[in-house]
């Protein structure tokens, strides 16, 4: 097959999981990190190198436990039960049936439902929906982050050869 038949596909991975690191249902980098090994991949590697492909996909593997352990990270920091946790996972599921408001509202309150059925502390239950939601957006973060850290990686290697 044509390579630039190949090329914009690992383009499209590409844009599709930038996009997916903001939406919902979309493995963001995983698809970031798919087009970009692809992209390597169609002229054997020979500008961007199999090295190179390892630690994209080590950031890609980083960029998966950030996501895993925002909420959880936000709802510590906010001194909440392990519940709270629960909640905030649960509500993030949930949340993603309402797209991208959803994964930021239903962490929010699932931590806090969870939260005063344990606790019965209202005040406390709102500090870890509001933990869960900076966690969240931390994470969210991060992802867009690592995207384009992975997308400048490629880019450096591809033109320095």
């Known amino acids: 097959m044509n390579p630039t038949v190949w090329y914009v ?3 499209i991975l590409t844009v599709v999981g930038v996009i997916g690191t903001i939406m919902p249902l979309l493995p963001g ?4 990190f798919i087009g970009l090994a692809l992209a390597a991949w169609v002229d054997d590697f020979q500008r961007v190198s199999g090295l190179t492909v390892g630690l994209l996909g080590v950031l ?3 960029a998966m436990l950030i996501d895993f352990a925002a909420s ?6 906010a001194g909440a039960s392990r519940w709270a946790f629960v909640g905030a996972a649960i509500g993030a599921v949930v949340g993603i049936f309402f797209g991208p ?3 930021f509202v239903g962490p929010f309150v699932g931590a806090v439902a969870l939260e005063v059925w344990a606790t019965q502390n209202i005040e406390r239950s709102l500090k870890a929906g509001v933990g869960a939601s900076i966690g969240i957006l931390l994470g ?3 992802k867009i982050a690592l995207a384009f850290t992975m997308i400048g990686m490629f880019g450096l290697a591809w033109w320095w050869r």
């Open 60 to 62: 890609t593997v980083f």
């Open 140 to 142: 969210a973060v991060a």
């Open 9 to 11: 596909v690992a383009a």
């Open 101 to 103: 408001i959803g994964l």
């Open 29 to 32: 980098v995983p698809l970031v």
């Open 72 to 77: 959880a990270f936000g709802t510590r920091i």
